[in-house]
């Protein structure tokens, strides 16, 4: 019965998937496709070197010609770890709240299964969703780096995309318990990118305040990309951390489901 739950959950999200995989598929083969250019105009680096050190520092634009520096501003620090969220969130949406909505879950609990399993089941195929969202943004990734001789390492280009990807798995385990709590996709969809936007701004723009410095560090998106990891290498806790917030995020709707009525259609 878990195995039927698990691959029904999955069978949907074919469509989404291509969606959100050649969407972020075409970004990063435009975005890489401008390394010759950035590698070859040192005067693109020296204007964005005029600009206040601490805006440079928010939105990752150091070093943009080098490779490291030049995907870590273009694409790493703010748009694909954004984009694989709220992809997350879209696709956790679907699972839950879009399916109670309409109905489907009155009809699935009437058979002999659980709510945790059912519950289970769908935070489940949204994770490995989004595992397989990542690992086609990594083949993509390493596929443009050989096309246009970006030459980042793959260890660190993997480290990224992993830490990507686990930012992602936070987004939809808060739209699970959203959507366990209320029911409703707006609420939903909502906590999922909230929190996902809201750990940015803690991370990126609070260190601007003098006196809020301390508090990127309770930020789910400084806890895996606070280290830039395609510059440096990471630390075994940034990979452990967003996953452990996830866990937790995903038992908190586990509890919340089983206490709750269900809309009716």
């Known amino acids: 019965m878990t195995g039927a739950l698990l691959s029904g959950a999955l069978r949907p999200l074919g469509r989404a998937l291509a969606v959100w995989g050649t969407a972020l598929a075409g970004l990063i083969l435009l975005t890489s496709a401008f390394w010759p250019a950035f590698r070859d105009s040192p005067g693109m680096t020296e204007a964005i070197g005029g600009m206040p050190q601490g805006l440079v520092d928010a939105l990752g634009l150091g070093d943009l010609g080098t490779p490291e520096g030049f995907l870590w501003g273009n694409l790493y620090s703010l748009l694909v770890p954004l984009l694989m969220a709220v992809a997350g969130a ?43 969202l990542g690992a086609a943004v990594f083949l993509v990734q390493w596929a443009a780096d050989a096309i246009w001789d970006i030459g980042v390492p793959v260890a660190r280009l993997a ?107």
């Open 90 to 132: 879209s696709l956790a949406t679907s699972l839950t709240a879009r399916q109670e909505e309409s109905g489907h879950y009155e009809l699935l609990l009437t058979q002999p299964v659980s709510r945790t399993a059912v519950l289970t089941a769908r935070i489940t195929a949204a994770a490995l969703a989004v595992l397989a």
């Open 159 to 265: 480290s990224t995309v992993a830490l990507c990807t686990f930012t992602a798995v936070v987004a939809a385990a808060a739209t699970a318990l959203g959507a366990a709590v209320t029911g409703r996709p707006a609420v939903a969809e909502g906590a999922g990118v909230g929190l996902t936007v809201a750990g940015y701004v803690v991370s990126a723009l609070f260190p601007l305040r003098e006196g809020w410095e301390s508090a990127q560090y309770i930020s789910p998106w400084n806890w895996a990309l606070g280290g830039e990891p395609l510059t440096t290498t990471a630390e075994w806790w940034r990979y452990l951390a967003p996953l452990a917030l996830a866990a937790v995020l995903a038992a908190l709707a586990l509890a919340a489901f089983d206490r709750r009525d269900i809309h009716a259609a």
